[in-house]
């Protein structure tokens, strides 16, 4: 359906929805095998279709281009022969996930003679928000496929072109192992009220799951009937801790700023141990200025670091999704504990230390969906933590926390074996 077609918005998001319904069921039928067969013949056609991927993708950046849209975003909407790779790589590795559809566990003998245990099953129909990335299209797609679920997606318009021909891909590899090709559906309209009708899809789809900026993240938050897997901002930080090893402290914070900057895993600010500082933040500060990075400090940081811009209060809770970085010097542990928790977004945050006792409280005391120790933010999804791709991050603690793979997308039921017991009372 065309992106022009004057169509009845409500009607026509209602009935993909109704029809993502329908596909949940064989979906949550279908074995492993029947899913793995699926799986297998997505990344075959991705690859079979690579140059009508970069054709269409041609088009949405020259489009983003000619709008102005910001760099960071642009290069997120790149879908070149890497990122084709990438993204087939992602299809393959949630195909090798162990299933975990059927699993049962607890199971357990009752004093009743009842065994009880609990089994996993598909979460139903999943409705996916996202912007700029078009590989989430596939990333979703497998990832949904493999948990016994169906999804409607929803992609930013700035990424309209290559949804719909990664879409045809998925589409074609779903009928061709006999599944219906609802099982995973591409909203094909630009139009923004699309969103809306789908957030009160209520009974048809049983969450939401949105990608994107804060301002997309707090409308689908606000307006969704439904329930919403969600993060609204990646202010990450990376403590470097009195005990820490320097040129390790040195190239965690550099990478964990630097490797990408538009990205939800980034550090936004980092915090520094007064005893360490005058060792550390010189070499930190010569680093990133070689980077391009602006520093933001407070009045100690810039004692070491003078060139350094004067942080103010907003400084310690932006999303900057830039090279900008805040710098505070904090008095030890304490202090950095109680800035992350007051200041972060609960998303990823990391401590450099040899200090195992510090090393335990951090872990224990800070209260974020991602905790790591010696090793960088950026590491901070579900391709780097073996899920094979992701739907998003999750900051909520009910039901999902963190990267969201397989797991993620997935409930459990009670099963309970008997052998004619009946109750009384």
């Known amino acids: ?21 329908a596909a949940s069921r064989a979906i949550a039928a279908a074995g492993t095998g029947v899913k793995s067969a699926a799986l297998q013949a997505i990344a075959r056609e991705l690859g079979r279709d690579r140059e009508k991927l970069k054709a269409a993708n041609r ?16 290069d997120r909407l790149l879908l070149d022969d890497n990122a084709i790779d990438r993204m087939i790589e992602g299809v393959l590795k949630v195909d090798a996930l162990k299933d975990p559809i059927g699993q049962i566990s607890d199971l357990a003998y009752q004093a009743n003679g ?24 596939a990333d979703a797609a497998s990832l949904c496929l493999k948990s016994g679920n169906a999804c409607v997606l929803r992609g930013g318009t700035e990424a309209f072109e290559s949804n719909k021909a990664i879409a045809r891909a998925i589409d074609v590899a779903l009928t061709g192992v006999g599944l219906p090709p609802a099982v995973v559906q591409l909203v ?74 538009a990205v939800c895993n980034a550090v936004e600010t980092l915090l520094v141990a007064q005893s360490i500082a005058a060792r550390v933040l010189p070499e930190l500060g010569a680093r990133f200025e070689q980077a391009g990075v602006e520093l933001r400090g407070c009045a100690k940081t810039r004692s070491f670091l003078p060139n350094a811009t004067p942080a103010v209060e907003s400084d310690w809770t932006t999303e900057y999704l830039a090279p900008i970085l805040a710098v505070k010097v904090v008095a030890g542990l304490d202090e950095a504990i ?39 933010t950026q590491f901070a999804d579900g391709f ?12 909520n603690k009910l039901h999902a926390r963190g ?19 009946i109750r009384h009372r």
């Open 188 to 261: 094909s309209t630009t139009d923004r009220a699309a969103v809306g009708e789908l957030l009160i899809q209520d009974e048809y789809v049983d969450v939401i799951v949105p990608r994107g900026g804060s301002g997309l993240i707090e409308r689908i938050t606000r307006e969704s009937r439904i329930p919403v897997i969600k993060h609204l901002d990646g202010i990450c930080h990376v403590y470097i801790d009195d005990d820490a090893d320097v040129p390790m402290a040195v190239a965690i914070a550099v990478n964990s700023k630097t490797e990408k900057y």
């Open 384 to 395: 780097e933590y073996g899920l094979g791709a992701e739907v998003g991050i999750s900051t």
């Open 114 to 137: 009842l065994q009880i245990g609990r089994m996993r099953v598909p979460l139903g129909v999943i409705g996916i928000i996202y912007e700029s990335r078009p590989n989430v299209t």
């Open 338 to 376: 109680s800035h992350i928790n007051r200041h972060g977004s609960q998303h990823t945050d990391a401590i450099v230390t040899s200090n195992l006792a510090n090393t335990r409280r951090f872990m224990t005391e800070v209260d974020s969906a991602s905790v790591m120790v010696n090793t960088s």
């Open 1 to 21: 359906m065309s992106a022009q077609m004057s169509i009845d918005i409500a009607a026509y998001m209602r009935q993909v929805c109704q029809e993502a319904r």
């Open 59 to 74: 088009i949405d950046m020259a489009a983003a281009e000619s709008k102005g849209i910001d760099q960071p975003l642009i």
């Open 403 to 421: 990267p969201v793979g397989l797991e993620g997308l997935t409930t459990q039921k009670y099963v309970v074996y008997g052998n004619g017991e």
